[in-house]
């Protein structure tokens, strides 16, 4: 039992003091990681982020990212970023229904980093609408980001 809580305290000082320039090969021009949530509606996602933040927090359990009430009625609209830690953001994603090429088509696009932060998640069935969202994006100034891929299923 107390080996269990010493390594959670180690991977929980791992994380925060988690930092790109100190990586085998420096930042190689990124400073921020991304965990770029993914799922299905309902899956824990909005969760999975608050649970992350009290964790490392350490302090009471606060809801940041709003939780659906059952997973037919999801909450989640917006890719909305959640700071972790200095260098680690938590995205929240909108949950996807049938993952077809419209939302597939929304998937690849963030994970090019091609689509701002904190906007609504709308699966275009235009080819042309969302060829100008990520043409608007590139004249925004976009930080460098990492994104890792997190697919939470339940
Ligand atoms: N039992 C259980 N329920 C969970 C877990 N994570 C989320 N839920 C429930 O699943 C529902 C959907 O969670 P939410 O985080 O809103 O899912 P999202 O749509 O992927 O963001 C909520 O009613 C949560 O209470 C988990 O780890 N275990
Ligand atoms: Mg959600």
Same mark, same amino acid.
């Given at each position: 039992m107390h080996k269990i809580s010493m390594d959670s305290l180690a991977m929980r000082d791992y994380i925060k003091n988690?930092?790109?320039?100190?990586c085998p090969h420096g930042n190689q021009g990124y400073n921020r990681v991304l965990l770029q949530l993914f799922g299905y /509606?309902?899956?824990?996602k909005s969760c999975f982020i608050n649970s992350c933040k009290y964790v490392v927090d350490d302090g009471p359990y606060k809801v940041y990212a709003k939780v659906a009430k059952?997973?037919? /009625?999801?909450?989640?609209m917006i890719r909305k970023a959640y700071k972790l830690t200095d260098t680690i953001t938590l995205v929240d994603n909108r949950g996807c229904v049938i993952i077809d090429k419209y939302e597939t088509g929304e998937i690849y696009a963030q994970l090019g980093n091609f689509l701002p932060l904190d906007t609504e998640v709308k699966w275009h069935s235009k080819f042309n609408d969302m060829l100008n969202i990520v043409l608007n994006a590139e004249t925004q100034d976009q930080s460098m980001d990492l994104i890792v891929p997190v697919f939470v299923y339940r």
């Open positions: 988690f930092s790109l320039d100190n /509606a309902g899956h824990g059952t997973e037919n /009625a999801p909450e989640t």
